[in-house]
């Protein structure tokens, strides 16, 4: 695939890059132990409970498509970006299986989410193993140890952020112990950009890149992670859960800090919120008052920002001809969903 | 450390390799979250739930002491291995976490589980953040690819063994479908035995070694492990719980499908074997009649053939100085207790 030849609409784009990397994918998955890679391929969509065969709707797959862009970006084929495409993919499955047991979150793109339907042991194992197969991908590359850096550090960050998003949930709404928006930035660096920048320079590293591209590439990917999963919150508290696929107000009986709230508590106006969001009957008017209020627009707005420094890091710095449009295509794609 | 002032007999010998590693062993811990560095604290023996010191007894360390020794074979300073040593410990902890929750084990090193103690979610978190710490910390030293790639394999392992660990409860006694002791020698090799090896293989790396003597010590430490499963197998059925630190017949009650299980389910007197083991009550009879029909003898002896093995390869490779001897010593101590 050159650059030139890629299709820039981004459901083709996405689509274009899944069908590049899936072969290498099932490949990897593959040499998993059998029951691993059933829990795995039914991760992805490929399978129901049991392995019979089936395409339900497995993840956009924007992190696999960001790390052949970050190939391509280098000057490279996007097919040089598979490996790291390969890997990112299976740490963000990894960690989507690890994090619904820890949420307790019982679905995932309307199915029953691992833990529920293969058991929390089960499921704890099969993370791992989809862990240990990234890292293997990642060490037989000719660039093996820089590229198993850049993945550990992304993990170690992946950690950091989970670690907080759960501790967040038993602070206080009020008071000097509550959690600041700009907890929350950091947090959600960690949690969310960490491994959206890593594919990015991830492929660009095995496309060739030198240090200054794949770090550019790294803030720009963190930057966009960050605007996600603001667009996440908002749509986990006011999206239709027809489309989102989640069930309404979740995050909110969970004691989610997210950034619409903790904006909203920020208001004066938003005195009767800590009560309502302690009454797991009462989220909708939660969400009402912290509309009312601003927090829907200022998450929104925080979003709009970090989208600019995303498009701001890809216009300026001399990538291949193609990439910084298809890099922008996914970016628009990724958080233009309410912005 | 030269191989020739080293102490040699075992507890010392694990004690010295023990101090050798600490420090960078705690600075690794040190860099994580708090709240993660707090569970791998407590897992360590270094500190009470909460964080108050403490020194309570931590494992022996046995992993940890084979990546040193395994760079004094290759003819390198002790020293050398630590990052092999510390990446292994951490792997092991990670593992341990995670097994006691898949197993339902509620305690460990007579306290409470990491999972009792912090939660099920928190301790899925710690066991992945020790995880990455251990990828981490191989990926920066100079041989950082094929360190990981050797990490990453017995990672690889160690998800299998633990997979048919799980499967094998589930499995009959009797029939066509019941384990069979080939079965459970590639089980015991790949959650064993695959993590020993690595340590010394590893150790090995680092110091020095060419692909030659890494394999060897890889081998002598998978067959190290097998006999030490097996001996662990022993104990969990018929050791001392005050000596053992675990619940008399708990791997009876979890039907496990241990080595001295298997071997005695081969026999013809022990028809009444498979009633005794899915009554949890008759735990201590089905232990006597493991034991008069040979469960116990056959996996001693089976032990003892891979103690042989492992000693074989040790002492017909070409070692550094000293270095085989204490890697024997350390041999006789893991598995010595009832052979």
């Known amino acids: 695939m050159t650059a030139l030849q890629a299709p820039s609409a981004a459901p ?13 994918l099932r490949e990897a998955v593959g040499r998993l132990h059998p029951w691993m890679a059933e829990m795995a391929a039914y991760s992805f969509g490929w399978c129901e409970v049991g392995g019979a065969p089936t ?22 084929d996007g097919r040089a970006g598979i490996p790291a495409a390969v890997a990112v993919e299976l740490v963000h499955t990894f960690s989507l299986l690890h ?30 193993a989809l862990f240990a197969l990234a890292v293997e991908t990642l060490a037989v590359v000719p660039q093996g140890a820089r590229a198993v ?12 952020g989970q670690a907080d998003d759960l501790l967040f949930t038993g602070r206080p709404c009020t008071g000097p112990d509550r959690v600041t928006v700009e907890e929350y930035r950091a947090m959600a660096e960690a949690k969310t950009g960490a491994l959206l920048g890593c594919a990015c320079a991830l492929g ?24 996600f999963q603001l667009v996440d919150d908002v749509l986990g508290i006011w999206g239709d859960p027809a489309v989102t696929g989640k069930p309404a107000g979740g995050d909110l009986r969970e004691h989610k800090k997210t950034y619409p709230v903790l904006a909203a508590l920020d208001s004066p106006a938003a005195r009767a919120l800590p009560e309502l969001l302690h009454s797991p ?53 990724l958080v233009g969903r309410e912005l």
């Open 12 to 24: 083709e784009l996405l689509v274009h890059c899944a069908e590049l990397v899936r072969p290498s």
């Open 55 to 76: 395409a339900t709707p497995g993840g956009k797959g924007v992190r696999q498509a960001l790390a052949v862009l970050g190939a391509r970006a280098a000057g490279a």
């Open 99 to 128: 994090d619904d047991i820890m949420d307790g979150d019982a679905t995932r793109r309307r199915r029953p989410a691992v833990w529920k339907a293969y058991g929390t042991g089960p499921a704890v194992l099969a993370g791992d």
């Open 149 to 160: 850096r850049l993945l550990s550090a992304a993990l170690a960050d992946l950690v950091r």
């Open 204 to 227: 660009a590293v095995l496309g060739g890149a030198d240090e200054d591209m794949a770090g550019v590439l790294d803030r720009a990917g963190r930057h966009l992670g960050i605007a």
């Open 281 to 333: 009957a009462r989220a909708q008017e939660a969400a009402k008052l912290m509309e009312a209020v601003g927090g829907r627009t200022a998450a929104l707005a925080e979003a709009r920002t970090h989208t600019a420094t995303a498009r701001t890091l890809l216009t300026q710095t001399p990538l291949a001809a193609g990439a910084a449009e298809d890099l922008l295509t996914v970016l628009d794609f």
